[in-house]
């Protein structure tokens, strides 16, 4: 079993930056991959970036490319999501998630965080 706590969420204004952690706990060699997702209000919960705990190969959605970094500290068992040039479209319940998969498809990821909410005021 892995476990994982999301921090780092917030209030920040539209152009601003965040940086989203996510630390692992438990079998995390169970875990070959993680990712980032969001859900928005009203919306289904979408992907927004993956990367692989031992190659650093990563991939994002079309709406955060060139604005989102994802990255991971392999040491500290953390997954970090830097967000930059944020907008009010961004806002979301920011999830992250584990497994021995990677991919865009949530059913690829066994373990999930709890959310932390990140609001970009306009």
């Known amino acids: 079993q892995v476990q994982l706590v999301e921090s780092g969420g917030g209030l920040v204004q539209a152009g601003g930056s965040l940086r989203l952690s996510c630390t692992a706990s438990?079998?995390?060699?169970?875990?070959?991959?993680m990712a980032w997702f969001r859900r928005a209000p009203g919306k289904e919960r979408e992907f927004v970036a993956w990367?692989?705990?031992?190659?650093?190969?990563?991939q994002y959605s079309d709406s955060v490319k060139g604005r989102f970094t994802i990255s991971r500290d392999t040491a500290k068992n953390t997954v970090y999501l830097h967000m930059n040039s944020l907008r009010p479209e961004d806002t979301a319940v920011y999830y992250c998630?584990?497994?021995?998969?990677?991919?865009?498809?949530?059913?690829?990821?066994?373990?999930w965080g709890q959310g932390t909410q990140v609001t970009v005021s306009s």
């Open positions: 438990g079998r995390t060699s169970s875990s070959v991959a």
């Open positions: 998630a584990g497994g021995s998969w990677y991919g865009s498809e949530e059913h690829r990821y066994a373990y």
């Open positions: 990367i692989i705990w031992s190659l650093g190969r990563t």
